[in-house]
């Protein structure tokens, strides 16, 4: 296992869905709770070190005319969303020099400004939570991948659907295209 050395100045946390809606969805292996409590620890840890903190949540028309619908085995729901769906959680305490994006698919890179965000600021590395595991933070790395940025992710800031889930892309996908720490590891590192 390669040992961890972040440069803050050099990096960004990028925090996917942590928002009312989906944190109050069922989660595993890590309950929301806990994958919050991490992320603010991450962002609070950085932002003081002088990194850059990006809180990105999924959103839609009232009318979902601007969501996907494609024709598929296992869709992932439908119809109207409550009204504080796309909020994000309070207990993030976001602050005023942190970027807020909203997307509209899987990830956050897709049809947003993030990666023009980050260039201009000269960030190279990425720190990658939230939920779920296996939608928005895997489909994000796989972009961030592409686009040569290096990655940590945050296992247990992050969680999925099922642990079975979690474990899979955890434990198979993002090895592959970066190093998976805890985050008192993470902390570690940047302390």
Known sequence: MDKLELRPAKTALIVIDLQK???RMPTAPHDAATVIQNAKRLADALRAQGGFI???????????????HPACDSPLGGGPLPADW?????????????????????????????????????????????????????????????????????EDATSSRTAAEHEHTVGRILPRIGLVRKTADILAALS
């Open 21 to 23: 809606g989906i944190a």
């Open 54 to 68: 990006v809180f990105v949540r999924v959103a839609g028309s009232p009318d979902g005319k601007d969501r996907l």
């Open 86 to 154: 796309s909020e994000l959680v309070p207990d993030l305490e976001v602050q005023a020099g942190d970027l807020v994006l909203t997307k509209k698919q899987w990830g956050a890179f897709y049809g947003t400004e993030l990666d023009l965000q980050l260039r201009r600021r000269g960030l190279t590395t990425i720190i990658l939570c939230g939920i779920a595991t296996c939608f928005g933070v895997e489909s994000t790395a796989r972009d961030a991948f592409e686009r040569g940025y290096e990655q940590v992710f945050a």
